[in-house]
T-cell receptor
């Protein structure tokens, strides 16, 4: 699976949009971009994923650049409950052995009042 | 995280005892994954199983650790002769069979974890 690069930490003001960048310059055509987050002492929570088109759901939006080498997760209105470590993961989908997720260090997001 | 059930949530074992962690996947899911998170560290993949088959165990320690996912019942992660270094959070996750993939892929959902403390 391609590796990802994320900033180790970032702060965000409550009520403002949080834009979390991720670089995946070696991504292949068969790899999806997944985002998860882990709130302290909880299991990882799925947020969103995409292949090449931008995606939006009730939690967030995912913007993938045209060359697919980077993406941005957008939390439109951050709340204190969004404080967590956010993981950007690229995942190979074409074979069973590639189904697993490989977590990096993620971005520790602190939402401040 | 809804649907993936892990138990026990917290387990205390003395050094040398055995620990058994159970995981029931989401309804309709037949793939199970186990991850370990040591204190203040990241999530590390351990093993990936389908019913009655181990697909990928590249992250499993060579000794004392084993995993199974029988035809009936939950997946079990078994740690024999536990040592203090086994103290960690163990997360189980599940995903659908490939023939039942969701629209864009095979999303993996995690449980809330089992916290093992070895004293």
């Amino acid at each position: 699976d391609a590796k990802t690069t994320q900033p180790p930490s970032m702060d965000c003001a409550e009520g403002r949009a949080a834009n979390l960048p991720c670089n995946h310059s070696t991504i292949s055509g068969n790899e999806y971009v997944y985002w998860y987050r882990q709130i302290h002492s909880q299991g990882p929570q799925y947020i969103i994923h995409g292949l090449k088109n931008n995606e939006t759901n009730e939690m967030a939006s995912l913007i993938i650049t045209e060359d697919r080498k980077s993406s941005t997760l957008i939390l439109p209105h951050a709340t204190l409950r969004d404080t967590a470590v956010y993981y950007c993961i690229v995942r190979l989908m074409i074979k069973a052995a590639g189904n697993k997720l490989t977590f990096g260090g993620g971005t520790r997001v602190l939402v401040k009042p | 995280n809804a649907g993936v059930m892990q138990n026990p949530r917290h387990l205390v074992r003395r050094r040398g005892q055995e620990a058994r962690l159970r995981c029931s996947p989401m309804k309709g899911h037949s793939h199970v994954y186990w991850y370990r998170q040591l204190p203040e560290e990241g999530l590390k993949f351990m093993v990936y199983l389908q019913k009655e088959n181990i697909i990928d165990e590249s992250g499993m320690p060579k000794e004392r650790f084993s995993a199974e996912f029988p035809k009936e019942g939950p997946s079990i992660l078994r740690i024999q002769q536990v040592v203090r270094g086994d103290s960690a959070a163990y997360f189980c996750a599940s995903s659908p069979r490939r023939l039942q993939q969701e629209r864009y892929g095979n999303t993996i959902y995690f449980g809330e974890g089992s916290w093992l403390t070895v004293v």
